[in-house]
C-alpha cells in the first residue's frame, strides 16, 4: 500500500497518524510549526490562541480515551496545558516519527488514482505521490472579516490577531460578535480598556461553566432524552442560573438552545450587570472614530476588534475536489468523500460534547474503512456505496442549525456518534482490529 498523507499536528492530525498506524496503515504527517499542538501551541504560526484561553469544555468531556489528562490538569486547562498534552500523546503513541515538522503542503493535486503533493521546507520544494491524503489542518485559523459599512479610522482587528490584554489599556473598545472567544476577550478587555462595549446582530444563549460545583457538560447525560427535552431543560436551566439575554439588555435569541452553539460564559453577563461591558446594536454606519448603531445611537472608539468567527480553508486544494457547495464541502458524516475513495476531511466537525473522543472515532472509522477497502471487505464496499449516495445528507438528528457559515459543518452528537458507531462496528465484522506497538516502516525522520 502506497503511504497515506495527514495534514497537520492537532488533536484531528494526530489522531489520524494514530489510527492510521494503529492499523498498520503507513503514513506522514505534514507540519507547518516545529511541533505539534495545533491550535493549542500558541506559538504555531496559524494559531489563533489568545494568553487567557481555557478549555470551553470540561477535560472529561474532551480527552483521548485512551489517555487521560492527568489529575493535576485543571477541569477546564490552560492552553499551555493542552500543548503540554498533545506532546506526552504524540510521545506516547510514537507519532513524531512520522511527522516532518516546519514544512508547508503547498498544494495537492489529484492524478488518476493518486494524490501529488507539494511541500515547502526551508525554502525548498518537493513533491511525492501518496496512496491517499487525509486533510486535518484546522477549521479555526482563516479569520471571517466582514466589511465595516463605513471607514474606521482607529485600530481594526480580528479576534485571530488578539494575544494579550495589555493591547486595551486605557482605550474605547468596541467587540462585534459574541462566540465563545468574543465573550473572553471581551472580558479581558473590561479590566484593562477605559470603555468596552459589545455590538450584536442576533442573540446567543448563555451557559456557566459550572452547575452546583461540577463542570456544565458533566451535569446529566447518563439518561438519554428526546432532543427536544434536552433543548427545553436546558433552556429553562440557563434562565433559572442566570436569567434571559434580554435582562442584560442583549438580543433574544429567535431560535431554540442549540440550534446555534451557545457561549459558555457567564462572566461576560457579570461584567455587564456591573456596567463594565456596555451592549450595542447592530452596527449602522462608520464615519472616521465614530460608530453608529440601528437604534441611532452612537459612541467614539479608539479599536474594533471582530469577534466574526473564522471560515473554512484549504488553500492548497481546489475546491471542487472537495465537492464543496455553499459554506461547506458536502461529505458523508463530514468525512467521506462521495467519489474519491482516498480523501477524508477529518475533523470538519462540531457538535456540543463531541470532544476529541468523538473526532478519535473519526479516524478510527476513516483508518478502517481504507484497510477493510484494501483487503475487499464488503462492509467497506457497502461504505463506498452509502457515501456516494449520502453525500449530502446531515447527520442533524432533527435539530434546524441556523444557516450561518459557522454551524455549516455542525451535527448532532448523538445522532453522529451513533452513525460512525455502526460503520465501524461492521468494518470489524470483516476484521479484529489489534493494537499494536508496530508502527509503518515508512515513518518520517523527525525525531523527539
Not at 156 to 177: M, N, Q, T, W
Request: hydrophobic share 40%.
Amino acid at each position: 500500500m502506497k503511504p497515506y498523507a495527514v495534514i497537520g499536528a492537532g488533536p484531528m492530525g494526530l489522531c489520524s497518524v494514530r489510527n492510521l498506524a494503529k492499523h498498520g496503515i503507513p503514513c506522514v504527517g505534514f507540519e507547518i510549526h516545529s511541533d505539534v499542538g495545533g491550535l493549542w501551541d500558541i506559538d504555531s504560526p496559524t494559531s489563533t490562541m489568545y494568553e487567557s484561553a481555557h478549555l470551553i469544555s470540561s477535560k472529561r468531556m474532551t480527552e483521548f480515551a485512551e489517555f487521560p489528562m492527568g489529575d493535576d490538569v485543571a477541569l477546564f486547562p490552560h492552553h499551555s496545558e493542552l500543548r503540554e498534552y498533545f506532546r506526552a500523546y504524540a510521545r506516547e503513541f510514537d507519532l513524531y516519527r512520522h511527522y516532518e515538522f516546519s514544512t508547508e503542503v503547498v498544494a495537492c493535486v489529484r492524478q488518476g488514482e493518486d494524490w501529488h503533493i507539494t511541500t515547502r521546507c526551508d525554502g525548498v520544494e518537493q513533491s511525492r505521490v501518496f496512496g491517499g491524503l487525509l486533510i486535518a489542518n484546522g477549521t479555526l485559523h482563516h479569520p471571517n472579516r466582514p466589511e465595516l459599512p463605513g471607514k474606521f479610522d482607529g485600530e481594526l482587528l480580528h479576534s485571530c490577531e488578539y494575544r494579550d490584554p495589555a493591547i486595551f489599556d486605557g482605550k474605547r473598545v468596541l467587540l462585534v460578535g459574541c462566540g465563545n472567544s468574543g465573550a473572553d476577550i471581551a472580558v479581558d478587555a473590561a479590566h484593562r480598556a477605559k470603555q468596552v462595549d459589545i455590538s450584536l446582530r442576533r442573540g446567543y444563549y448563555f451557559l456557566p461553566k459550572f452547575i452546583g460545583g461540577k463542570a456544565t457538560d458533566a451535569v446529566g447525560g447518563r439518561v438519554k432524552l428526546p432532543r427536544f427535552i434536552q433543548q427545553k431543560i436546558s433552556a429553562a436551566l440557563s434562565k433559572f442560573m442566570l436569567g434571559t439575554p434580554e435582562q442584560y439588555g442583549l438580543p433574544k435569541p429567535d431560535y431554540k438552545m442549540f440550534e446555534s452553539h451557545p457561549v459558555i460564559n457567564s462572566l461576560i453577563l457579570h461584567h455587564i450587570g456591573h456596567g463594565d461591558i456596555k451592549p450595542r446594536k447592530d452596527i449602522a454606519s462608520v464615519t472616521g472614530n465614530t460608530v453608529t448603531f440601528t437604534d441611532g445611537t452612537s459612541g467614539e472608539y479608539d479599536t474594533i476588534l471582530l469577534a466574526t468567527g473564522y471560515k473554512l480553508h484549504y488553500p492548497f486544494i481546489d475546491r471542487e475536489q472537495l465537492n464543496w457547495s455553499g459554506f461547506a464541502p458536502r461529505l458523508y458524516l463530514n468525512v467521506f468523500h462521495p467519489e474519491y475513495d482516498n480523501l477524508f476531511l477529518m475533523g470538519m466537525v462540531e457538535a456540543a460534547g463531541l470532544g476529541w473522543e468523538g473526532r478519535n472515532r473519526q479516524a478510527e472509522m476513516v483508518a478502517l474503512y481504507i484497510q477493510q477497502l484494501a483487503a475487499g471487505a464488503e462492509s467497506a464496499r457497502q461504505l463506498k456505496e452509502t457515501k456516494r449516495l449520502r453525500a449530502g445528507a446531515r447527520a442533524d438528528g432533527g435539530m434546524r442549525y441556523l444557516e450561518l457559515e459557522r454551524m455549516a459543518y455542525y451535527v448532532h452528537k448523538d445522532t453522529y456518534l451513533k452513525s460512525m458507531a455502526d460503520h465501524t462496528k461492521a468494518l470489524l465484522k470483516d476484521f479484529r482490529a489489534t493494537d499494536t506497538v508496530q508502527f509503518s516502516a515508512n515513518a518520517a525522520p523527525a525525531a523527539r
